[in-house]
C-alpha cells in the first residue's frame, strides 16, 4: 500500500479529488445574465451553492422560481436545480469559493465605476473564511486586481497567497446565443500564486466542458477580455465608418461584406448598425483607454473607433431626415416609430442599447417618439406592433429582432401608410423596399 500511495500518479489524482472535496461550496455574487447562469450550473454539478445579490425584488423572485430572463440554458435547468438566493451577507460565509459576477459600467463621461467591485470585494472580506478561494469574474482593466481587489482583502487582515487566494477568470456569456453557454465556451484564468490558479483551474474545468487555459500572471487574465471587446469595437468602427462612405458612393455594404467574407483567410465579416449596446462593447474599450492613461500612453486609434461608433445613433437619424426629405415631409412633428429597445435581437436587455440615444436625436428634431419592443413591452409606449406601425409615419429598426424581420413587409407599411423606413440593422429586404415605393435606407444601403 505504501507502494502505490507513494506513486506520483496516485498523488496527483489524490490532489485533484481532494481539491474538489474541500471546495465544496459556491458563493455566486451578482445573480445578473452571468452570474445566475453560473449558479445554476454549480449546482447542476454537485457543489452547494449560494447566490448573493443585493437586489431584493431580484432575489425574491428567484425564490419563487422564477428565472428572471430568457435564456435557453435557464430554461432548460433553472427549476432542475436549485440554490440558495439571498440578501444576506452572513450567508455566504460558509463558502469555499467566492465568484464575483457584478457588473463593470461607466458613468456618463465614459469614466469606470468599480463601485459594485468594490463593494463586492468588501462583502465578501467581511464574511469569507481562510482558505477560501476568490473569483473575479466581472470584466475589469489590468491592475485592477492589484490595485483595488488585493487590498481589500489585505486590509481586513488576510495574506494572499497564505490563507485567500484570488483569481480572474473574465465572463464570457452571450445572451440569447443557442450554441454557445456557460457550458461551453472557454475561459481564460489567471491569479497571483500558482496554488490559486491550481484552484481556480480545478473549479472551472469541473463546471465548463471546454477548454480552461492558465494565464501566467491576473494581469494577464484581465488584460484578454478588454482584448476581446476592443476588438470587436474597433472591426465595428471600421465598417460603420465604410457604410457611411457607400452610402455616398451608392454601393450597398451588406453585399461587399458578404462578398468580402467569401475569402477563407485573413478576413473576418462584421456588419454595421445603428450603434453599439450591450454590457461589453461599449464599455470595456473606455477601461483600457483610461488606464494607459493613467500609464502614459493614449490609445488615440481606439478613442477614434469608440467615437465613431457613438455617432452611429446620430447618423441613423440623419438617415431618417434623408428618407422624410425625399418624401416632402418634415422632421418636426413626424411621429416616428422606435422599433426595439433591446440592445440585441431576441433578448430584452437594454443596457447601453443604442435606440435610446436614437430617441434622443429625433427629439432634437422635434419629431414625435413612438415605442416598441416585444421583449420588453413595459419600456414600450406602445403595447403591439399594430399599434406602432398604425400611430407612425416612419419607423426606424433599431433591433434586429426576429418578430420584426418575419412582420415586417412593404405590404403592411403601405397598409399603415408609412412613408419611409430606415433599417438600423440592414435586417430587412432591401430590394423589396425599393420596388414597393416606400422610401428605405439602411446603413450602407
Known amino acids: 500500500m505504501k507502494e502505490v500511495l507513494g506513486c506520483p500518479l496516485f498523488y496527483f489524482f489524490e490532489k485533484v479529488f481532494m481539491a474538489h472535496y474541500d471546495l465544496k461550496t459556491v458563493a455566486v455574487i451578482g445573480l445578473g445574465y452571468v452570474g445566475l447562469p453560473l449558479a445554476v450550473r454549480a449546482s447542476e454539478k454537485k457543489y452547494v451553492v449560494v447566490g448573493f445579490d443585493v437586489d431584493e425584488n431580484k432575489v425574491k423572485a428567484l425564490k419563487a422560481g422564477k428565472r428572471i430572463w430568457k435564456d435557453a440554458y435557464l430554461a432548460e435547468n433553472f427549476s432542475k436545480y436549485p440554490f440558495k438566493a439571498t440578501t444576506e451577507e452572513k450567508d455566504i460565509a460558509s463558502a469555499d469559493i467566492h465568484i464575483i459576477c457584478v457588473p463593470t459600467p461607466v458613468d456618463t463621461a465614459h469614466h469606470p465605476d468599480l463601485g459594485p467591485v468594490i463593494g463586492a470585494c468588501e462583502i465578501v472580506a467581511t464574511q469569507t473564511k481562510k482558505g477560501a478561494l476568490v473569483i473575479l469574474e466581472s470584466t475589469v482593466n489590468p491592475y485592477v486586481s492589484e490595485e483595488i481587489v488585493r487590498p481589500i482583502f489585505e486590509k481586513h487582515g488576510f495574506t494572499v497567497g497564505k490563507d485567500i487566494f484570488i483569481a480572474h477568470c473574465p465572463e464570457r456569456i452571450n445572451p440569447g446565443d443557442p450554441k454557445w453557454n456557460v457550458t461551453n465556451i472557454p475561459r481564460v484564468v489567471g491569479s497571483f500564486d500558482k496554488q490559486g490558479l491550481e484552484m481556480s483551474l480545478q473549479f472551472y474545468r469541473s463546471i465548463v466542458d471546454a477548454d480552461i487555459r492558465p494565464m501566467k500572471t491576473i494581469r494577464e487574465a484581465e488584460a484578454v477580455k478588454i482584448l476581446e471587446n476592443s476588438f470587436r469595437n474597433i472591426n465595428i468602427a471600421f465598417v460603420n465608418e465604410i457604410a457611411r462612405s457607400f452610402d455616398k458612393l451608392d454601393i450597398d455594404v451588406k453585399d461587399v461584406i458578404d462578398g468580402a467574407a467569401t475569402k477563407p483567410f485573413a478576413f473576418m465579416a462584421h456588419y454595421p448598425s445603428c450603434g453599439i449596446g450591450g454590457h461589453c462593447i461599449p464599455v470595456d474599450p ?122 415586417i413587409t412593404p405590404a403592411l407599411l403601405k397598409k399603415y401608410g408609412i412613408k419611409a423606413i430606415v433599417d438600423g440593422k440592414n435586417c430587412l429586404d432591401r430590394t423589396a423596399f425599393k420596388k414597393s415605393g416606400i422610401v428605405y435606407k439602411g446603413i450602407g444601403r
Open 286 to 407: 473606455h477601461y483600457l483607454v483610461e488606464r494607459a492613461k493613467a500609464s502614459g500612453f493614449d490609445h488615440e486609434f481606439l478613442k477614434l473607433a469608440i467615437k465613431t461608433n457613438d455617432e452611429m445613433p446620430e447618423y441613423t437619424v440623419e438617415r431618417l431626415q434623408d428618407a422624410l426629405n425625399e418624401n416632402r415631409m418634415p422632421m418636426k412633428g413626424t411621429t416616428v416609430g422606435v422599433l426595439g429597445l433591446s440592445y440585441k435581437a431576441n433578448v430584452e436587455d437594454m443596457r447601453e442599447s443604442p435606440s435610446f440615444e436614437i430617441i434622443k436625436h429625433l427629439k432634437k428634431h422635434y419629431s414625435k417618439v413612438e415605442t416598441f419592443d416585444p421583449y420588453v413591452k413595459a419600456e414600450s409606449s406602445m403595447k403591439s406592433l399594430e399599434a406602432i406601425l398604425k400611430k407612425s409615419q416612419a419607423i426606424i429598426i433599431a433591433t434586429n429582432h426576429q418578430e420584426f424581420i418575419d412582420t
